[in-house]
Nanobody, 118 residues
Framework: QVQLVESGGGLVQFGGSLRLSCAAS????????MNWWRQAPGKGRELVAT????????NYADSVKGRFTISRGNAKDTVDLQMISLRPEDTAVYYC???????????WGQGTQVTVSS
């Protein structure tokens, strides 16, 4: 069955770094653009970063530009989010999402908690 499993979350101090990873299975990974979203306590879900199905195009929310980097490995069916210079406002549950490049079929992971202490 389709699975998106995030890992790499945790507790980090202000200014620290984390690398999130999302492992995909059960679908043709290279047909899907991949996104990272996040949801902070009491707030709506926010799109953080996107990467196209071939990895050639990336986009970032203004709040994370220059600090976060999204990448994918189509050979390993993974998408990563490298986060540096973390701030308390980055605290959230981070989710990966797959979006089919033609049909817009979507899948979500279960999320991984990132907590940044001040």
């Amino acid at each position: 069955q389709v699975q998106l499993v995030e890992s790499g979350g945790g507790l980090v101090q202000f200014g620290g770094s984390l690398r999130l990873s999302c492992a995909a299975s059960g679908f043709t990974f290279s047909d899907y653009g991949m996104n990272w979203w996040r949801q902070a306590p009491g707030k709506g879900r926010e799109l953080v970063a996107t990467i196209s199905s071939d990895g050639g195009t990336t986009n970032y929310a203004d709040s994370v530009k220059g600090r976060f980097t999204i990448s994918r490995g189509n050979a390993k069916d993974t998408v990563d989010l490298q986060m540096i210079s973390l701030r308390p406002e980055d605290t959230a549950v981070y989710y990966c999402k797959a979006v089919h490049s033609r049909t817009s079929m979507t899948y979500w992971g279960q999320g991984t908690q990132v907590t940044v202490s001040s």
